[in-house]
């Protein structure tokens, strides 16, 4: 059994900082593709940021030079670093991880979701 925990979301100004983590727990034999979405109210989840094992990093346009994504795999954990935030960053956003439990289970968990707010 695999849970995501996430942590860090909260109220931040416009131009200020938050940084969200999310530490998988459980009988986890590897975690391949980790992930951070969120969902404004009234549309649909988005991307906001992927990172696989080993490689290269991918961010949504709109959180492109602001975001950061990282993952320290000896705790299982993905974090999301988010500078010079925007009112339009304002969100619930969740944690996301494509986990393999045994030889031949693979499936994708998600986290429970942490609500960012952005305002004056």
């Known amino acids: 059994q695999v849970q995501l925990v996430e942590s860090g979301g909260g109220l931040v100004q416009p131009g200020g900082s938050l940084r969200l983590s999310c530490a998988a727990s459980?009988?986890?034999?590897?975690?391949?593709?980790m992930g951070w979405y969120r969902q404004a109210p009234g549309k649909q989840r988005e991307l906001v940021a992927t990172?696989?094992?080993?490689?290269?990093?991918n961010y949504a346009d709109s959180v492109k030079g602001r975001f950061t994504i990282s993952r320290d795999n000896a705790k299982n954990t993905v974090y999301l670093q988010m500078n010079s935030l925007k009112p339009e960053d304002t969100a619930i956003y969740y944690c996301?991880?494509?986990?393999?439990?045994?030889?031949?289970?693979?499936?994708?968990?998600w986290g429970q979701g942490t609500q960012v707010t952005v305002s004056s």
């Open positions: 459980g009988s986890i034999f590897s975690i391949n593709y």
């Open positions: 996301n991880a494509n986990i393999q439990t045994s030889m031949f289970r693979v499936y994708g968990y």
């Open positions: 990172i696989p094992s080993s490689g290269s990093t």
